[in-house]
């Protein structure tokens, strides 16, 4: 692993006597709230197996707990929603294997499970670039989603990577813009958006591939472009020096 994606998640340090899946679950319930779960429902939020237990909580348990390859396979086995975003928060991004990146991706149930795990842990990982690549062409709704994340977490945070790489991920993302499936094409704008924001070079090529794509014959593709270029010109706009 590369000195800049070590820093980019340091392992979390324990701050308090360690305590397993039973005990971190047990509180998870005890602080379930049935009103955030009927929010989470607006959102477009799977909620069958959620608690409503709030983010900033699920950060300081994961804080607590530290970084644990093992808890994080317990908790994601609960198969509650809370319990897996947890998951995607202690797990050793050293540790991770390519087949349980599959094994969890395939898991996804909700879109908000499926980002958390790309930023969280996915975009950590030596297989972020192929996973972004072999996920984008899947079939299943959230691995899909899950390949364009992974896309966008990249260009936003991983300062190493080259431009001819997100060339390519541009290449992909005109090559599914007309899949009108609705957490997939967000993710794709989502992708486009973020590369265009990379640097001045990837700005220029993210807003010709929007502009290829917003002539494709799909509805999707074209809000995918439309709604795109409205920010990425907006950055040209500001760039550009005044008279």
């Not at 900033?56 to 390859?69: E, M, S, W």
């Not at 975003?85 to 991706?105: C, N």
Request: glycine letters at 6%; proline letters at 4%.
């Amino acid at each position: 692993m590369s000195r800049n994606l070590q820093n980019e998640r340091r392992p979390l340090p324990s701050v308090a006597a360690p305590f397993g899946a039973a005990e971190i679950i047990a509180e998870l319930e005890a602080h379930a709230n049935p009103a955030n779960v009927a929010g989470m429902a607006r959102y477009g939020i799977a909620t069958e197996h959620a608690l409503g237990v709030p983010i900033p909580l699920l950060r300081g348990l994961a804080k607590r707990a530290g970084t644990d390859h093992r808890l994080a396979g317990e908790l994601w086995a609960s198969g509650i929603h809370e319990a897996r975003i947890l998951a995607t928060m202690v797990e050793d991004p050293a540790r991770i294997t390519s087949a349980q990146m599959d094994r969890w991706a395939r898991d996804f149930d909700s879109w908000d499970v499926c980002d958390q795990a790309c930023q969280n842990l996915f975009r950590c990982t030596p297989f972020a670039c192929a996973k972004a690549v072999q996920w984008s062409g899947a079939k299943q709704e959230f691995v899909r989603r899950a390949g364009f994340a992974l896309m966008a977490g990249l260009a936003a945070q991983r300062s190493e990577m080259r431009d001819a790489q997100f060339e390519a991920f541009l290449k992909i993302v005109a090559s599914v813009a007309d899949d009108d499936r609705n957490m997939v094409k967000k993710a794709v704008n989502w992708a486009l958006r973020q590369i265009g924001k990379r640097n001045a070079r990837l700005l220029k090529k993210a807003i010709a591939a929007a502009e290829r794509i917003e002539r494709l014959d799909s509805r999707s593709a074209r809000w995918i472009a439309k709604d795109a270029l409205r920010e990425l010109r907006g950055k040209i706009a500001v760039s550009e020096p005044r008279p």
